[in-house]
């Protein structure tokens, strides 16, 4: 299946975007029973199991094995990630979650819309479902957002998470490994970092205009390296699989 | 590789509508429109193609689980495969009419159709309380009248 288009390069790509799905959807399950409040609780964990069933319809695809999924992700070496690492710091303040929230949904139909037109028939369908539980993402995100800014100690523990967060989401718009092959076979219809500029649009109209020197692309990152936090991350994702790894779920 | 056997497909579908959903108990999947395609080739063996509420919905599992039991055991079959679509998505206009009212019977939840949504007890109206509840497809509702909370299931 797909043999022709699915080919190393392409995978690694789509290897991006499922291990962005798959460790933002972990981020925002860390907050089940420690949410400021019971209706943000409930919000986290059922955005973050979308981002879950995200991840696990781009993993098999490119793995074409459903069985083997498991075994796959948690036995990964570190290096094997292509996650980002705004997608693999841990914040511990709920504000900066909630930017992050915020950031990351804003800038992830972005990256859908890309397979809309897709040469791969599986990801057209994917991105469609996706696309339809993304809208509440950001309603949940805007809304809240939205009322926070309105309270002045709200505003400015946002603007402060921003500082921390923003530059992380330009990890995130950076090059994709294989993202090159992607586009000449038709799988992605674009570079994701084209859309940069329309996801700063966005966060400047919601919260005005920031300092430039937010935006100054920092290290070279390039989804190959772990941020710091990666390994107690990984380390709570796998704690009930290392239980016992041979058991079926 | 669909045969003219209806019968035998007949037969399978009677038995995966045994299967209920693992939160509401004699609420079929089927009635609740989870299942998109029934097919059985010549040497009996059969593919049933289901549509998931949310792609992260943790109960996926069980139910294929359940729906592989139920079909192994119709006469004649020697092998199912269970699958999961990605389309079409599914919303809650494929819940049947019967289902609906065994949830507001049953279980007090309420179907999202529109923005009005009715008590299924007193049928008074009810206001969004969460649009998260206590899983992925189910708000929270206050209703205005008898002040019952109400599991609301949306799409």
């Known amino acids: ?249 | 590789m669909t045969s003219n056997n209806s019968t035998s497909i007949q037969d399978i579908h009677t038995a995966i509508n045994t299967v209920n959903d693992p939160e509401y108990p004699g609420i079929s999947i089927v009635d609740l429109g989870l299942l998109e395609n029934i097919e059985i080739n010549t040497a009996y063996e059969v593919l049933v193609e289901l549509i998931p509420t949310f792609s992260g919905c943790p109960a996926l599992g069980v139910i294929a689980q359940d729906i592989e039991e139920v079909v192994r055991g119709v006469p004649g079959v020697k092998k199912v495969d269970v699958q999961w679509l990605n389309t079409p998505v599914w919303t809650v206009d494929r819940i049947t009419a019967k289902a609906k009212e065994d949830l507001a019977e049953n279980f007090t939840v309420a179907v999202q159709i529109n923005e009005r949504v009715e008590c299924p007890r007193c049928k008074s109206m009810t206001d969004k309380k969460s649009h998260f509840g206590p899983s992925r497809c189910r708000s929270i509702h206050l209703c205005r009248n008898c002040r019952e909370v109400i599991e609301v299931l949306r799409d």
């Open chain 1, 1 to 249: 299946m797909n043999d022709s288009v699915l080919t190393p390069p392409v995978k690694e790509y789509l290897l991006a975007f499922a291990d962005d799905e798959h460790l933002m959807g972990q981020q925002h399950t860390e907050w089940i029973g420690v949410a400021p409040f019971l209706e943000e609780d409930m919000a986290f964990a059922s955005i973050g199991q979308d981002e879950l069933g995200h991840a696990l319809m781009l993993y098999t695809l490119i793995l074409e094995c459903p069985s083997g999924i498991d075994t796959y992700v948690f036995n990964r070496k570190s290096e094997e990630w292509r996650s980002c690492q705004l997608v693999e710091s841990t914040h511990r303040r709920w504000e900066e979650a909630l930017i992050r929230h915020w950031c990351y949904d804003m800038a992830e139909d972005l990256r859908w819309e890309l397979f809309s037109d897709s040469s791969l028939p599986e990801l057209i369908s994917i991105s469609e479902r996706a696309l339809k539980e993304e809208t509440y993402h950001r309603r949940h995100a805007e809304a809240l957002v939205e009322n926070l800014l309105m309270v002045p100690d709200s505003k400015l523990r946002l603007m402060n998470a921003l500082e921390v967060v923003v530059p992380q989401v330009l990890g995130l718009f950076s090059p994709i490994p294989g993202e090159e092959e992607a586009i000449s076979c038709g799988v992605v219809s674009g570079k994701y970092s084209d859309l940069l500029p329309i996801w700063r649009t966005r966060l400047e109209e919601r919260f005005g205009v920031l300092d430039s020197g937010l935006f100054i692309q920092a290290d070279n990152e390039n989804r190959t390296q772990r941020h710091s936090d990666f390994d107690y991350l990984f380390g709570r994702i796998r704690e009930v699989f290392l239980l016992d790894p041979k058991a079926v779920w």
